[in-house]
């Protein structure tokens, strides 16, 4: 039997990650999109050999957890199968791209993205995280998501090859827009950029080709939920979806195709408004907590990781309604206020201070405000509540 291959902190479906309840594994979509069918067969892996959970990622992949060693080969079978599979793992991993998922078929981005696809074998073997960003709509909208190497609609209304952790870009026509990213990602690894590990991080002047003073267009709409040109747009809390939820509605609606963003929301392509906003009606819309002026955000917690003894999300999604509803106490700040609810202290979900902070230690919970020491220790989730809670 092949035994799965533990690779750092960039899982995938050849190169899985071994976590507290069994196995990693990613997918990841070609042009931010799997059919109806893949949908179906990753929900039903999900939950016959795995923890009965899909997440999406911030790099719009999808991800199972919980999976045994000994299914692992099942399931490279059936997603091979389903043609979800590179060929490698090392085509694998040079296949991490970001594309708009509003793209339309034809426009510049699902062709610019497609060719990429095409020339993959092409790039040269680039650190993990290293990606590409394929954002060639009307106007950008992956400006703030991980990516090295970027296609991009500049502020003229062309397209410019952007080099990430620079503010400008260089003109490229479409036909040329593969040929600059594998030239960029191959001068990025001949001037030493592997050692810095990501693009923003490696400071050695552009090759004079790719410096240019081209800005990128101002961010085009967030992608909202509800009713979409392409189908219909819902919101996933903290990005998880129980799968056997997500085929229901798949069947029930008849979607063709669920496109995977990086902003915790799937498009189901062609269906009209018969989707909940929510997958789950049980949990609370995070829109909604949004325009309340919060942002709720919790790491996985327990069960699933070994680190945590608290469950965050339950927790979490007691706060959310509480905001939701203006309930929310909370010392006085500026603009949109954070709350964070941590399995530990190594804080994964939001990596800084919070305006209320909320941390799991020994089976309860810390809680402080901003910077400052805790308030309380060892509180239950229902102290956690009714110390938060006002009227
Ligand atoms: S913050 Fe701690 S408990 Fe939460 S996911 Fe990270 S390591 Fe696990």
Redesign the pocket.
């Known amino acids: 039997m092949m035994l799965p291959r533990i690779h750092g902190r960039c899982p995938g479906a050849l190169r899985p990650m071994m976590s507290g309840d069994g196995l990693v594994l990613r997918l990841r979509p070609r042009l931010a999109r799997f059919t109806r069918d893949q949908v179906l067969g990753i929900c039903d892996a999900a939950q016959r050999h795995g923890a009965g959970v899909i997440d999406i990622t911030s790099r719009a992949n999808l991800q199972l957890r919980g999976i045994a060693d000994a299914d692992w080969p099942v399931l490279l079978a059936r997603f091979g199968d389903g043609g979800l599979l590179d060929e490698s793992a090392d085509i694998e991993s040079r296949r991490n791209v970001l594309v708009t998922p509003d793209w339309m078929p034809g426009d510049d981005s699902a062709r610019i993205a497609t060719d990429l696809l095409e020339r993959i074998v092409d790039l040269p073997p680039l650190p993990a995280k290293v990606g590409f960003a394929i954002d060639a709509g009307p106007a950008p909208n992956l400006l703030r998501d991980s990516a090295d190497f970027r296609i991009e609609r500049g502020a003229h209304g062309g397209l410019i090859l952007r080099a990430d952790g620079r503010p400008h870009g260089v003109p490229v026509d479409a036909g040329q827009a593969v040929e600059g990213l594998i030239a960029l990602a191959r001068w990025f690894v001949d001037s030493g950029g592997s050692v810095a590990g990501r693009m923003a991080r490696h400071r050695a002047p552009l090759p004079e080709w790719a410096r240019g003073d081209a800005l990128p267009g101002a961010p085009g709409p967030a992608l909202r939920t509800g009713a979409h040109p392409l189908g219909f747009v819902c919101g996933l809390p903290f990005g998880q979806v129980e799968a056997a939820r997500l085929a229901r509605a798949v069947l029930a609606c008849g979607a063709t195709a669920l496109r995977i963003t990086p902003w915790r929301r799937v498009l189901f392509e062609g269906v009209g408004d018969k989707v909940p906003s929510l997958l789950d009606p049980d949990v609370p819309d995070f829109d909604a907590v949004a325009a309340a002026g919060w942002r709720v955000e919790a790491?996985?917690?327990a069960p699933f990781?070994p680190?945590?003894s608290v469950d965050?999300r339950a927790l979490a999604f007691r706060l959310m309604r509480l905001a939701q509803r203006g309930m929310l106490q909370a010392p006085s700040s500026a603009g949109q206020r954070v709350v964070h609810v941590?399995?530990?202290a190594?804080?994964?979900?939001y990596p800084q201070p919070a305006t209320i902070n909320v941390m799991g230690h020994a089976g309860a919970f810390d809680l402080s405000w901003q910077t400052a020491s805790p308030l309380h220790v060892g509180l239950s989730a229902d102290a956690v509540v009714s110390h938060l809670e006002c009227c």
């Open positions: 790491c996985t917690g990781c680190q945590a965050t941590s399995g530990c190594k804080a994964c979900a």
